[in-house]
């Protein structure tokens, strides 16, 4: 925007901070940038700049830095966009935890005891969490990416914590023997 008074033509602009900043809160809604202090924005253009009451005054250094992190934010967004699978693909993470990785069937993974008895028993042993999430994936048929999204967990995380605790679970059924 431009004000004018006169012969003299002075800039500023307005911004809305809670188009700046998602989730702003405060009582103030709108910046004026300018090099005019908050009087002489008042006095020169209080008429013009009533509809944006309560406002804040920032120089135009401020308003530039605000500018200058609008425009990072928007190009670390798009190079986000250009650089992430529309799959989920994520390098180093998404090929520790496939799926299909992990056996089916937690009989398949402690084949050799067959005695169920001693197989509650192993799990009993086991870290909360590891038997939460085994029981789960195995009794409740809930696949890794479900129990992370019900969890709000990294998926490789729960596919680790899966994995750990059936080699934990396995290793208890071979010292039960």
Not at 41 to 61: F, H, N, Q, R, T
Not at 114 to 139: G, T, Y
Request: overall charge negative.
């Amino acid at each position: 925007m431009t004000g004018t008074k006169g012969a003299a033509t002075v800039e500023y602009s307005v911004i809305d901070l809670r188009y700046e900043y998602p989730g702003f809160v405060g009582s103030e809604k709108y910046a004026v940038i300018s090099d005019l202090s908050a009087r002489e924005i008042e006095k020169l253009y209080g008429d013009e700049l009533k509809p944006y009451i309560p406002y804040v005054v920032l120089s135009v250094a401020e308003g530039d830095a605000m500018k200058e992190f609008c425009r990072n934010e928007d190009k670390h967004a798009k190079r986000q966009k250009r650089s992430v699978d529309a799959f989920g693909y994520e390098e180093g993470v998404t090929e520790m935890c496939h799926e299909e990785l992990i056996q089916d069937n937690l009989f398949d993974v402690v084949s050799d005891h067959l005695d169920k008895e001693k197989l509650f028993a192993a799990m009993s042993k086991l870290p909360n969490v590891q038997k939460r999430r085994i029981e789960m994936h195995f009794f409740d048929g809930l696949s890794i990416g479900e129990i992370a999204n019900k969890e709000g967990h990294a998926k490789s995380t729960v596919h680790e914590s899966v994995s750990a605790g059936l080699k934990k679970l396995k290793a208890l059924m071979d010292e039960a023997e």
